[in-house]
């Protein structure tokens, strides 16, 4: 799913190339690809503007199955045999192997976050202010809660809570059975991307700065200050903290 995982750490245990790269295929929708692609089980997942979701053979891109559904731009989930996206103007579930419909949920209608599926709830912030929690089962509604502000970046999960940022730079814990607010950090940065969270510390680019949270209780354990742009979403790797800016660096924080 977006991030990786549901706690958006944004690592994964497979290596990439290190020397030049060769296409082995291509696949070309008829609209742009709106989606980051998720891979699981040999099969390509992915949303293109065309108002498809496409499911591809990973090994030679051949086209195993579309299912047609006007998408977001945000990445789908994969878990446990279904595919969940965001679409207008609510959430849908598909069958992994060959695209049907499964359920479908309307919710406000405002722009979605990708989706987060961990221990078979569905989680994912909207536009309208809200974090909401549906049955990964059937898609009906177990909780949602009221930031006051927009929800640009996906929840991250971890250890019974869910973690997520609004634009206006709050960071909220929830408990993930019921919604409660277990801590809410203000800062007067604000946030276009995910939070992620490895180690008991929740990162956050939040403006011009990385915040380093305890997951526990939001009390701060760091900030990092890069003053150029907008940083990205932390990946987290064996105590490293991985960022992007607007200004076209990247950056590996760590203890000194």
Known sequence: MVGADAANTGTAPESGPKAGVTAYWQFEADDRIATDPAVVDGTVYVGSHDDHVYALD??????????????????????????????????????????????????????????????GTVYLGLWDDNVYALDA????????????????????????????????????ALDATDGTQQWRVATDASVDAPVSVADDTVYAGMGAYVYAFDAADGTRRWRFLDRIGQMSSPAVVDGVVVVGNGGGFVYALGEP
């Open 58 to 119: 990973a090994t030679d891109g051949s086209e195993l199955w579309a299912a047609d559904h006007g998408i977001e731009e945000t990445a789908p989930a994969v878990v446990d045999g279904t595919v969940y996206l965001a679409t207008h103007p609510g959430v849908i579930a598909l069958s992994a192997t060959d695209g049907t419909q499964r359920w479908s949920a309307e919710l406000s209608g405002a722009e979605l976050s990708a989706p987060s599926v961990v221990d």
């Open 137 to 172: 089962a059937d898609g009906t509604e177990q909780w949602r809660f009221d930031t006051g502000d927009d929800l640009p970046g996906s929840p991250a999960v971890a250890d019974g809570t869910v973690f997520i940022a609004t634009e206006g730079g709050t960071v909220y």
